[in-house]
């Protein structure tokens, strides 16, 4: 039997990356995967979205030529083909986790792997045929999947989950998109800005309902003008596949309405893959769907652990890679702090992109803390201007009395990448005065920030 130092059963962005460093770490290291490296993230999360939205952007530069001076016959688009470069891309990107795991001497090891007693896992390959590995270290990173609600059962072709949305073989011409957390409205942009006609339903009172409420109004209103259609307080009730078309009953505050539409799309969250790994025999604990584990990832069994979607926390990439990099820098025994997730970034790429990082103004005021908020619009940069991008604004939140930077949020073209300097300045426990005097080049974006920050303690100058 092939022994290790570190095992890790699943090679999403938690999985790799952890295997990564563990043979950085001097660790002899395996990886088990049943489909393709790179996970969901790489293979149908982070990367084919953000693919499938570019072709968005683009599309919309092309139908609005003439804004930039510009002129073009007819902007067109050929469906098929915008799945299938998003499709190559992600496949490039697996290709990529490949070569990664060759350069860092990992073993690859394909097939279905189960926990066994001993630290043994057991790998089920496509021919069924099963072979046992062993490990002083197990690391669990098994991710997640669709969540099937049980009125609103997938059945890949009317009622489809993101896989599906993201490999449909004929562009629907209307859909109804359930939930509109970050997945949700991902695809509604993308699927309105190729002109299909979208309906959002949210059972909470405002869209992308994790963030500040100032963001969400924002981006209803930009949902709107963009002409996705927004149904808030309401909660699809069934579904009746039995036509041509799919006619879902949503119960709204006013009643009862019926929509129909090609196709629904259900985006109501996820469901980790915790089944059948062997979790139950070993006796390790779970709770709510997660696995549980210390702050280093530890679960309640010697020398196993569980890192990514699988485990209590935000369901993000860097989130398990972070997760996961800690957990192997542990168990070498490295000096290494806890994550500290309330500096975690969640960003939404819409059109706007939505980026944020800490305290919604909410949730600071119900802490107790007084508060310096500012707020810059990006009307008033003269980049936004330029780039005919000047919708949304950066909102930042300071504690009044020490000048902890308690939240940072922002809606615009490019935000998720400025993001970034707020996550870096919290971290360094940065006060509003410090980014202030820090000079941001001009004309930028992220020059919002500084202004946001400015408006903040009144010194703003560009409003
Ligand atoms: C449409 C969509 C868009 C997203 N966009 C973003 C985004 O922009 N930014 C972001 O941060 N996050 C995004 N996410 C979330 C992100 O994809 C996940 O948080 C991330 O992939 C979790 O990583 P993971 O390593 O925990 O698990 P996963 O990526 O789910 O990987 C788990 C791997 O384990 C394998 N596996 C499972 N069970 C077994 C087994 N028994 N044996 C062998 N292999 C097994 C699976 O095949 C899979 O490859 C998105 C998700 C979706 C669905």
Known sequence: MSK??????????????????????????????????GGVCLNWGCIPTKALLKSAEVFDYLK???????SLEKADKDFSKVIKRSRDVAGGMSKGVQFLMKKNKIDVIEGFGKLKSGKKIAVTDKNDKTKEYQADNIIVATGARSRELPNLKQ?????????????LEKQPKSMIVVGSGAIGVEFAHFYNAMGTEVTVVEFLPNVVPLEDEEISKQFERSMKKAGIKVMTNSSVESVDTSGKTVKAKVKTKKGEETLEADVVLSAVGIKTNIENIGLEDLKIKTDKDKIVVDDFYKTNVDGIYAIGDVVHGPALAHVASAEGILC???????????????NIPGCTYATPEIASVGMTEKQAKEAGYELKVGKFPFSASGKAKAAGKSEGFVKVIFDAKYGEWLGCHMIGAGVTDMIAEAVLGRKLETTGHEVLKAVHPHPTMSEAVMEAVAAAYDEVIHI
């Open 4 to 37: 290790y130092d570190i095992i890790v059963l699943g090679s999403g962005p938690g999985g790799y990356v952890t295997a990564i460093r563990a043979s950085q770490l001097g660790f002899k290291t395996a990886i088990v995967e049943k489909e393709s490296l």
């Open 64 to 70: 609005h030529a003439e804004d930039y001076g510009l």
């Open 155 to 167: 059945d890949g072709k009317k009622v489809i989950g993101y896989r599906e949305a993201m490999t």
């Open 328 to 342: 192997v820098e542990k168990i070498k025994g490295m000096d290494v702090e806890p994550l500290d997730y309330g």
